[in-house]
């Protein structure tokens, strides 16, 4: 009995804490103007970062560097968006700790959320010259994007003559309203994107330690996330610590790795609804697959904008299998079902096992060429495996490679949830469609094995309960069948039949990200 209660509690902790997390994110939502509100200082106290004045005395030296130090602290510049942030980090890494939730992903990712949230001055407060000062001193070092003239010509116009000092807040609403009076006369050859492009670039200010700052460590490593670098490495750590020898011995069972992918284009076609773009859309929709990797490799390339809302709600449901699966499963299957026994698969030669990564990869790329970054170092890293002369190469790839790839990945990610650049309504929509993606998937997989036995005679039945594993979080949902299937007989095991479509999953998700962006990324 004491295991069952632990169980409930468990379970009961983890629902209060996601709905906990959600209520937050409602909050958020509805005022994003609050949450950009200072935590410890009023806004009509604001602190500006003093230039040193070379005629002033060592006393007002010393006071203006400590009106600095005290503008750049943590405690001057935190917003409710940072806490929020931060307590969703604990709540990752109490998950993580607690109760075992994908440990090596929830640490990385909820640390990197507290780096990410560490508040620091981002902003300067300007008068007319020294916007000006600043913009030229951008273009001295190559770091503006804005045309230089015409980025200085529109800080004359903003400030009109008056003499003033303004935030970056405060510069963007000045602006918004003389744009919408016509009171501001923008710079031949620029629009109001680009205007608003130019003021951030004006008055943001670049210490080189935020993720989104050029020039700064975080920004460095974020590199190999923004541009699809991370994901096709961590595939080529899966495929040299994968066994395929369950697919080859059953490959009726890829279909239902296949069937799961039904939640990656219904809830493309759910975001399409909610007003989100193609591209958008098919970014959201592969969350379905509960394969971060993928999601992050595919947002990159069709919603950059987005990748961090998507990266982090694929990684938090691969965390929930073990939460999420069990009562679809359960609701969708019958007693009889639950106790199929299936016959134990064949024994696979070596040559079989050879043999299949190169015919799968010459299959899938030549349907998807797309997903060749993913689909190649994925059979490439089994290749490495099976071939049995590379040990040491397939020994770094599925050890110190993906543990490397797994830890930047991991902080950077994390990190990418800065609370100014998340916290959005757009992200909380990404969480509720990622929800729903996964269970559509989920429940794909297990009708797909019920309308399967139906043509199948006695013995050669498949047990509904592997049909969860059609989603890639491997080898946890392959593990949920197991336990699930134990659980009203001990003496079945389905681990090794259902990491048939666990796999077949992973292929299928990189499959369906290139078929998305074949349609969409032209």
């Known amino acids: 009995m004491k295991p069952k209660q632990n169980t409930i509690r468990r379970k009961s902790i983890v629902i ?39 005629e002033s005395t060592i006393g007002q030296d010393f006071a203006d560097g400590l009106y600095n130090f005290i503008a750049f602290t943590g405690f001057k510049n935190a917003t409710r968006g940072n806490i929020i942030m931060i307590l969703v980090a604990f709540v990752f890494i109490f998950l993580a700790i607690k109760y075992d939730f994908e440990p090596m992903l929830l640490i990385p990712i909820g640390t ?17 010259n020294d916007a000006l000062s600043h913009l030229q001193e951008l273009a001295d070092q190559g770091l503006l994007q804005s045309n230089l003239q015409e980025a200085q010509a529109l800080m004359v116009s903003l400030f009109s003559g008056e003499n003033i000092k303004l935030e970056l807040d405060e510069a963007i609403s000045r602006f918004n309203e003389m744009f919408a009076s016509g009171s501001i006369v923008l710079p031949e050859g620029m629009n109001e994107t680009g205007a ?16 989104y700052q050029q020039g700064s460590v975080l920004n460095y490593l974020y590199f ?35 069937a ?7 809830t493309f076609i759910g975001a399409l609804y909610l007003g989100f773009d193609f591209k958008e859309a098919g970014a959201i929709g592969i969350i379905g697959g509960a394969d971060g990797p993928t999601a992050i490799f595919l947002s990159s390339k069709m919603a950059p ?113 800065q609370a100014d650049v998340f916290l959005t309504k757009e992200s909380l929509l990404i969480f509720g469609l990622g929800a729903l993606s996964f269970m559509i998937a989920t429940t794909g997989g297990i009708l797909c094995v019920k309308f399967m036995n139906l043509f199948l005679k006695e013995g050669d039945k498949i047990n509904p309960l592997i049909g969860n594993a059609g989603v890639s979080a491997v080898p946890d949902s392959a593990r949920v069948s197991q336990v699930e299937g134990q659980k009203y007989d001990p003496s079945n095991h389905l681990l090794m039949h259902a990491m048939a479509p666990n796999v077949a999953g992973v292929i299928g998700s990189a499959v369906a990200a290139g078929v998305l962006m074949s349609f969409f990324m032209l």
């Open 260 to 266: 799961a992918q039904i939640g990656v284009f219904l």
């Open 224 to 258: 190999g996330v923004r541009q699809g670098i991370y994901p096709p490495l961590i595939f080529l750590g899966i495929g040299a610590m994968t066994d395929f020898s369950s697919l080859i011995s059953q490959p009726r069972l890829m279909i239902i790795g296949a």
């Open 112 to 128: 990197g959320i507290i780096i990410g949230n560490i508040p620091f001055l981002q902003t300067y407060t300007f008068g007319l």
């Open 196 to 211: 608003l492009a130019a003021i951030n670039e004006a008055f943001k200010l670049n210490i080189q330690t935020g993720i």
């Open 16 to 54: 209060l804490a996601l709905v906990a997390v959600l209520f937050v994110l409602h909050a958020l939502v509805t005022s994003n103007a609050a949450m950009a509100e200072r935590v410890f200082t009023d806004n009509a106290t604001e602190i500006a970062v003093t230039p040193v004045n070379e």
């Open 305 to 417: 904008h987005l990748l961090g809302p998507i990266a982090i709600a694929a990684y938090s449901y691969m965390a929930l299998v073990p939460l999420i699966q069990p009562p679809i499963m359960r609701l969708l299957t019958t007693q009889k079902e639950r106790v199929i026994h299936m016959k134990a698969p064949r024994a696979v030669s070596k040559t079989e096992k050879v043999c299949f990564p190169i015919v799968g990869l010459l299959l899938t790329t030549f349907i998807s060429p797309s997903a060749l970054p993913l689909l190649g170092m994925l059979f490439f890293g089994n290749l490495l495996k099976e071939s049995g002369v590379t040990k040491r190469l397939a020994n770094t790839a599925s050890n110190a490679l993906i543990d490397i790839v797994t830890i930047l990945l991991g902080v950077t990610v994390g990190a990418s949830t």
